[in-house]
């Protein structure tokens, strides 16, 4: 801003500032906000979307986890049993 002012004198200051705050054509006020009305739905949409996904994440995770766990306990039995078969004949 200050190269406008420098080229223009000090009158340009009072212009440049009122650009800052002027508003632009209603129509495309109007366009710009719902422009953003629509994105900020979008925003929210994902976000929900993540929250969704991230809580199935962890369902699946948790169900693996004990799938594996359940997996593990039933290779431990016979290996239990051949260690106290073992210690029995020994």
Same mark, same amino acid.
């Given at each position: 801003m200050a190269p406008l002012v420098r080229? =223009? =004198? $000090?009158?340009?200051q009072a212009i440049i500032d %009122? *650009?800052?705050?002027?508003?632009? @054509?209603p129509e495309k006020e109007q366009y710009y906000r719902e422009q953003l009305k629509q994105w900020k739905e979008n925003d929210e949409k994902v976000i929900e979307?993540? =929250?969704? *996904?991230?809580?199935? *994440?962890d369902l699946s995770t948790k169900s693996i986890l004990?799938?594996? @766990?359940?997996k593990l306990d039933i290779l431990k039995? $016979?290996? &239990?049993?051949?260690?106290? @078969? &073992? %210690?029995?004949?020994g």
């Open positions: 080229l =223009g =004198g $000090p009158s340009y %009122n *650009l800052k705050s002027e508003c632009m @054509d979307k993540l =929250g969704e *996904l991230e809580e199935k *994440l004990q799938k594996m @766990d359940e039995q $016979p290996v &239990a049993h051949s260690v106290e @078969d &073992a %210690n029995v004949e």
